[in-house]
């Protein structure tokens, strides 16, 4: 099972292989798995790779002051009207993200008023690429170590896993159709695991936290 997992896709290893300054993953023993690059030297300020979210997530503290689908600073905020939880800073922005939202809209407005964490909204994200068939969602390579996970580690990402499950069974007629194992504990605890370990902070141009997410290579 644990190697399953750690079969890497082959879009992975393509985007790799393009990027700029010659990228590879290596498995080194008792470290685990990364992204190594094949050049001796890359120039100060290069940029390594560019990287695109399969899932993100605003930081709840800046709801109302940062755009959901951007996360830039509002300024003209419009918020969505139903589950009064989404704030965007332009139509086109409210666009861009409706094919996810609209589902997760829905189950905002029925969990209302309960809010959920940071990483429960990633696992819904996560949950509705994956029922919409996304290739990209498609993120068992990446390794979870939840066999590894102990004491208050263990404890949170149990409780974040049965939570979530508990969110959207309850509004899973909400959701689009799909495998429904997508939504038992078994899977989402394997999620929480994968984002426990490999979500990483996303930061504005002066290097505030505003949000977090779950990258394909970056990850």
């Known amino acids: ?19 700029k300054y010659g990228l590879e993953i290596q498995e080194i023993k008792d470290k685990g ?14 940029v390594v790779i560019s990287d695109n979210p399969v899932v993100y997530s605003l930081d709840p503290t800046l709801k109302s002051t940062h755009c959901d689908s951007c996360l830039g600073e509002l300024s003209r905020p419009l918020r969505c009207a139903r589950c009064k939880w989404s704030w965007y800073c332009s139509k086109a922005c409210q666009k861009a993200s409706w094919m996810i939202h609209k589902y997760e809209c829905k189950c905002l407005e029925k969990l209302a008023p309960k ?31 939840e066999g590894k996970l102990q004491g208050k580690a263990l404890e949170d990402m149990r409780m974040l896993a049965a939570g979530t499950a508990m969110a959207l069974q309850q509004c899973s007629h909400l959701l689009p159709e799909g495998h429904d194992d997508l939504l038992g504990v078994p899977v989402l605890t394997r999620y929480c695991s994968i984002i426990m370990s490999n979500a990483v902070v996303i930061s504005d141009g002066e290097l505030r936290q505003v949000g977090a997410g779950l990258y394909p290579v970056v990850s």
Request: hydrophobic fraction near 40%; glycine fraction near 10%.
């Open 115 to 145: 809010r959920p964490t940071k990483s429960m909204i990633l696992l819904f994200r996560l949950v509705i690429r994956a029922r919409l068939g996304h290739d990209e969602a498609n993120v068992g390579y990446l390794v979870g170590h």
């Open 1 to 19: 099972a644990e190697q399953s997992y750690r079969e890497v896709p082959s879009r992975i290893h393509s985007k790799l292989r393009t990027a």
């Open 33 to 46: 798995r990364g992204v190594f690059t094949t050049n001796d030297i890359i120039p100060v300020g290069g």
